[in-house]
């Protein structure tokens, strides 16, 4: 599968009016209080840091969570509420989070224990598990393959991919990510190592 890429592809920040710093928060349209609690603080993790009405919808709650790093994932909530994910231009495909390579396992098995469905795929640059919340929103799990300061993720990732094109491959794999780091001057040994097809999400 070759891919060639039609925009510039670069870690260097663009010579544009604004630049932002980092993100903030995310704000899901959610389903009732008590599905997204036992989803996303039960069983994800995340602490409920924050509640109060939608100031601008007060009929609805506003749930703050803090996704494991004080970035924040908001819901808007309300009873008798079961939105669906509608995946036309403009709107969220899916959620990804961050896990801990050596809780992997374990949370595979915690899904499975609440009844949730998941598909486990090897991304290349890193390795997956995709599930649903309540309202079937996609939710993806990640784990990186490889341990490198946060902030030169883009750095790495834009470098994997200059070596992807160059190698005529269609997607970053762990040939190109290891290239990356190594040029780099960063440890290119996999931390985690697992074992699925590539395969297309849920």
């Known amino acids: 599968m070759e891919h060639t890429p039609e925009h510039d592809v670069t870690a260097e920040k663009p010579d544009s009016p604004v630049h932002t710093i980092g993100t903030d928060h995310m704000t899901v349209m959610g389903g009732d209080a008590a599905s997204t609690l036992a989803f996303y603080r039960d069983l994800l993790?995340?602490?409920?840091?924050?509640?109060q009405p939608n100031l601008d919808a007060p009929e609805l709650t506003h749930l703050f969570f803090d996704t494991g790093d004080g970035r924040i994932l908001t819901f808007f909530v309300g009873e008798n509420r079961s939105p669906r994910p509608y995946?036309?231009?403009?709107?969220?495909?899916?959620?990804?989070?961050?896990?801990?390579p050596e809780e992997f396992d374990?949370?595979?098995?915690?899904?499975?224990?609440?009844?949730?469905?998941?598909?486990?795929?090897d991304r290349g640059a890193f390795h997956s598990l995709y599930t649903q919340d309540p309202t079937g929103?996609?939710?993806?799990?990640?784990?990186?393959?490889?341990?490198?300061?946060?902030?030169?993720?883009?750095e790495v990732l834009a470098l994997a991919h200059e070596k992807r094109v160059e190698d005529g491959s269609g997607f970053v794999?762990?040939?190109?990510?290891?290239?990356?780091?190594?040029?780099?001057g960063l440890?290119?040994?996999?931390?985690?190592?697992?074992?699925?097809?590539?395969?297309?999400?849920?």
């Not at 995946?87 to 801990?100: C, D, M, P, T, Y």
């Not at 440890?187 to 849920?202: I, K, L, N």
């Open 173 to 184: 794999d762990d040939e190109h990510m290891q290239a990356a780091l190594e040029e780099l």
């Open 106 to 121: 374990d949370t595979k098995n915690a899904l499975r224990a609440a009844d949730y469905g998941f598909n486990e795929f």
């Open 45 to 51: 993790g995340m602490p409920l840091v924050l509640e």
């Open 137 to 154: 929103l996609v939710i993806e799990l990640v784990v990186e393959k490889y341990d490198f300061p946060p902030e030169r993720r883009g």
């Open 187 to 202: 440890d290119s040994e996999p931390r985690f190592e697992g074992d699925a097809p590539t395969g297309t999400g849920v």
């Open 87 to 100: 995946r036309g231009a403009g709107n969220v495909h899916h959620l990804a989070f961050s896990i801990a």
